[in-house]
């Protein structure tokens, strides 16, 4: 009966596993087809850029909704649904633009649908996770969270690789495609065994989690965490094209895809090894290895060295995020749902916040992107510092 126990919850696991997958899906696909939804449908280029400001947006939404209904709606009914909304969104993207009289509202709707889906998945599988009998919690958060990566980088790859073999005028097939994976995990999740953090009406209020001074410490953690990995995440690729002139194909393979592998390869690393490491040790020396890439990337006058501190900079950031729920898991074990979905709307606000700022700097600088990841630098360090009065905190006890 023991064995079979697990056996279930590791078909919970790998559940969650193609959710993550699939929340990369959502956030990546779109963005490699920005220029031909410019040229087929006439959308100008401003409006493309309002795209991921849409994505982001709703997941933020969708944060806050989770942190006040879904212990209310129930985990596998909201988890199921992510995958509906992910697959509907990704098939509409295919239609809903020739179908629709704006090809733009179309492609905004489609969005939408997929972006509350994956917000959904962001608030949930963590949580889900880290209720179900495993050893070793944090390993298990930070192997994973690194399915992200694996996903950002497979759906670059593979959908490159579709766009070459088939044209990429039949993107459409292609999204299509990609909604096979949350489709199939509808059933997985309809059918995995699903147990909660706390029992019902247990876990923190949203005003208990407000009156927790180590609760603002983790939402400051989650702000830098988001903001150290998507600010060099996004500006990658573009840096990357300034710096070295390759074509924007090499760009988008060489900048997030290495990125997004090293990343992952943290995220394994701890995954199989930490529980001989100590998270908050490794978490200090993944900041400081982070700012070490932000100068690299922002200083050097050699591209390669540059290159070489935007690529390692994924492996600094790699521990950040689920090392952050970890911890706070871990301090605030009453903390519930409210908890992992106000973190995640605190790590998706330094996501908006941080490119934005890079961005900002990047063009008060005559569009000197260096200036822009140089500044960007503040980020690990602020957490560096908070993750350093966490551990005072700890031994004062």
């Known amino acids: ?39 087929d449908f006439q959308i100008p280029l401003g409006m493309i850029a309002l795209i991921p400001t849409a994505f982001f947006f709703t997941q933020l939404v969708v944060d806050i909704f989770c942190a006040k209904f879904v212990d209310k709606i129930g985990y596998r009914v909201s988890i199921v649904a992510s995958e509906v909304f992910s697959a509907v969104g990704l098939i509409c993207l295919a239609f809903l633009p020739e179908l629709l009289p704006s090809a733009y509202a179309g492609i905004m709707i489609s969005v939408v649908l997929y972006a509350v889906g994956s917000g959904l998945i962001e608030v949930l599988c963590s949580p889900i996770v880290e209720a179900c009998p495993f050893e070793n919690k944090e390993a298990t958060m930070s192997l994973l969270h690194s399915f992200y990566c694996w996903g950002w980088v497979g759906v670059t790859l593979i959908s ?5 073999l088939f044209g990429i005028e039949n993107w459409k097939y292609i999204a299509c495609f990609w909604a096979i994976i949350p489709l199939y995990n509808i059933y997985n999740f309809a059918t995995c065994p699903i147990e909660h953090l706390v029992d019902e009406g247990k876990g923190m209020t949203i005003l208990q989690l407000f009156k927790t001074p180590l609760f603002w410490i983790a939402v400051v953690l989650m702000i830098c965490s988001g903001a150290s990995e998507i600010s ?20 988008d393979l060489a900048g997030p895809c290495l990125f997004g592998i090293t990343m992952g390869i943290c995220r394994v690393f701890y ?31 050699n591209p390669i060295v540059a290159l070489t501190g935007c690529v390692f900079c994924g492996f600094s950031v790699g521990i950040m995020w689920p090392g952050t729920l970890s911890i706070s898991s ?39 992107l260096q200036y822009g990841l140089m500044f960007g630098g503040i980020f690990p360090v602020v957490l560096v510092i908070f993750l350093v009065i966490i551990s005072k905190m700890n031994r004062s006890k």
């Open 1 to 39: 009966m023991e064995k079979t126990n697990k056996l279930n919850y590791k078909k919970t696991l790998r559940a969650c596993y193609l959710g993550f997958i699939t929340q990369a899906i959502a956030a990546n696909f779109a963005p490699l087809l920005f220029l031909k939804l410019h040229n």
């Open 160 to 164: 490159t690789l579709l766009f070459t």
């Open 232 to 251: 060099m995440a996004q500006w990658a690729s573009a840096f990357v094209e300034s710096g070295l002139g390759f074509s924007k194909t090499v760009c």
């Open 271 to 301: 995954g199989k090894f930490g529980e001989k490491v100590d998270l908050s040790k490794f978490m200090i020396g993944s900041g400081v290895l982070c700012l070490l890439c932000y100068i690299m990337a922002s200083v050097s006058a």
């Open 330 to 368: 871990k301090r605030i074990p009453t903390g519930g749902t409210a908890m992992f979905a106000l973190l995640a709307m605190a790590g998706d606000l330094g996501g908006s916040i941080g490119p934005s700022t890079v961005g900002f700097i990047s063009q008060n600088a005559g569009d000197n």
